[in-house]
């Protein structure tokens, strides 16, 4: 008997461990991903959680850290109560949290995984209902694990564990993600991955048209409502989505003048490199970066290349900035491009970074903290 929980504790260990160390992995390779996750959450939220945006970077790192700390003591049979007590505490939010998720529906991705697995809001809440039972197995059978470390052992285990996450979540934030799993990544090509394919399933909509006759109203379906009858008057017209169909992984790639022309078809078949420098947000913009967002924008038109700015700021915004380049509007104007920020958050995660187009090929990418411009 003993053998036997000593075996299933084991495994439910070891799945809890490499859940938690996966789930933390991948975001501590993408922090500004977490971080850009909670936004949405809190947004979704509103009310008081929307005050709470300033903090969605702490607790980005709380979360990746804790998951992190789990899951090295875990693999590793350290301090085996704890950390059973405090993944079944971990479990005991989230699961619920994901259940109201997955009815509300408040963001399509839950982001548990960052962009390496996306589950839906269903698909993420009975995850948690699996590990939740995992965890209950585990504070079952956990007097039948033996420690492998004591003392001092475990305290060191414990700071290594951290110390692993806060090296990896520092790199990928002042460089770029080491590992990307987004659309955008070097060596994708952008036109390709816009296509969608001629057997595509499309979206599946409810619709439901509403008539009037004598002052009262009557919900009919397309298929069996009062065509050609002049005693009722339609009203309106509701169109629910039922079933998500095909989506490209890049659907919304649009790049405009801020004179709203639409450079997207022009740039994408463009056969030479064209170099963006992107700013989702001019407000959030580095301004210790400014000089070199300058030179690389004249380096560029020295050499006879194309270059852009990109923001998904607006046109007050983007004037003022360019003021304090010591640019005019027209140069401005010369320069910036818009773009969806969201988009721009995806392609990049730095404020400012930097990528280059060939042929629609994303040939580089760059963090601009992280680039040497004379």
């Given at each position: 008997m003993k053998?036997?929980?000593?075996?299933?504790?084991?495994?439910?260990?070891?799945?809890?461990?490499?859940?938690?160390?996966?789930?933390?992995?991948?975001?501590?390779?993408?922090?500004?991903?977490?971080?850009?996750?909670?936004?949405?959450?809190?947004?979704?939220?509103?009310?008081?959680?929307?005050?709470?945006?300033?903090?969605?970077?702490?607790?980005?790192?709380?979360?990746?850290?804790?998951?992190?700390?789990?899951?090295?003591?875990?693999?590793?049979?350290?301090?085996?109560?704890?950390?059973?007590?405090?993944?079944?505490?971990?479990?005991?939010?989230?699961t619920p949290l994901t259940l109201w998720i997955a009815l509300t529906n408040p963001v399509t991705d839950c982001g548990c995984f960052g962009d390496a697995v996306v589950l839906t809001n269903w698909q993420t809440f009975w995850k948690n209902i699996v590990l939740l039972t995992l965890v209950i197995v585990l504070l079952c059978t956990k007097r039948h694990i033996p420690q492998l470390f004591v003392g001092w052992m475990e305290i060191i285990i414990a700071l290594c564990g951290l110390g692993i996450a806060g090296g990896i979540m520092a790199y990928s934030y002042t460089h770029l993600p080491p590992i990307d799993f987004r659309p955008y990544k070097v060596g994708n090509n952008i036109v390709e991955l816009m296509?969608?394919?001629?057997?595509?399933?499309?979206?599946?909509?409810?619709?439901?048209?509403i008539y009037e006759k004598?002052?009262?109203?009557?919900?009919?379906?397309?298929?069996?409502?009062?065509?050609?009858?002049?005693?009722?008057?339609?009203?309106?017209?509701?169109?629910?989505?039922?079933?998500?169909?095909?989506?490209?992984?890049?659907?919304?790639?649009?790049?405009?003048?801020?004179?709203?022309?639409?450079?997207?078809?022009?740039?994408?078949?463009?056969?030479?490199p064209v170099t963006f420098i992107t700013m989702y947000d001019l407000n959030k913009t580095d301004r210790t970066q400014l000089n070199k967002v300058?030179?690389?924008?004249?380096?560029?038109?020295?050499?006879?290349?194309?270059?852009?700015?990109?923001?998904?700021?607006?046109?007050?915004?983007?004037?003022?900035?360019?003021?304090?380049?010591?640019?005019?509007?027209?140069?401005?104007?010369?320069?910036?491009?818009t773009i969806d920020p969201v988009t721009l958050k995806t392609i990049v995660r730095a404020n400012p970074g930097m990528f280059v187009l060939q042929n629609a090929v994303v040939k580089e990418k760059h963090n601009?903290?992280?680039?040497?411009?004379?």
């Open positions: 053998k036997a929980a000593h075996i299933i504790g084991s495994i439910a260990r070891t799945l809890l461990a490499l859940t938690f160390l996966f789930s933390g992995f991948v975001k501590a390779v993408d922090p500004l991903g977490t971080v850009y996750k909670i936004e949405d959450y809190l947004k979704a939220f509103g009310g008081i959680f929307a005050e709470w945006l300033p903090w969605a970077g702490a607790a980005a790192v709380c979360l990746i850290s804790v998951e992190m700390l789990l899951g090295v003591c875990m693999l590793l049979n350290v301090r085996t109560n704890w950390t059973a007590w405090l993944s079944l505490l971990f479990y005991l939010v989230m296509e969608i394919p001629d057997d595509a399933e499309p979206d599946v909509y409810e619709i439901t048209l004598d002052g009262v109203q009557q919900e009919f379906t397309p298929e069996n409502y009062p065509k050609g009858d002049s005693t009722w008057t339609f009203v309106d017209q509701k169109s629910v989505l039922v079933k998500k169909g095909y989506e490209a992984p890049i659907h919304d790639f649009e790049i405009l003048t801020m004179e709203y022309e639409d450079l997207t078809d022009a740039i994408l078949g463009f056969d030479e300058r030179r690389l924008y004249e380096q560029c038109k020295e050499r006879g290349e194309e270059c852009f700015l990109l923001t998904g700021s607006g046109e007050d915004e983007i004037y003022a900035f360019a003021a304090e380049m010591g640019w005019t509007d027209q140069q401005a104007e010369e320069a910036f491009c601009l903290r992280q680039m040497e411009i004379e």
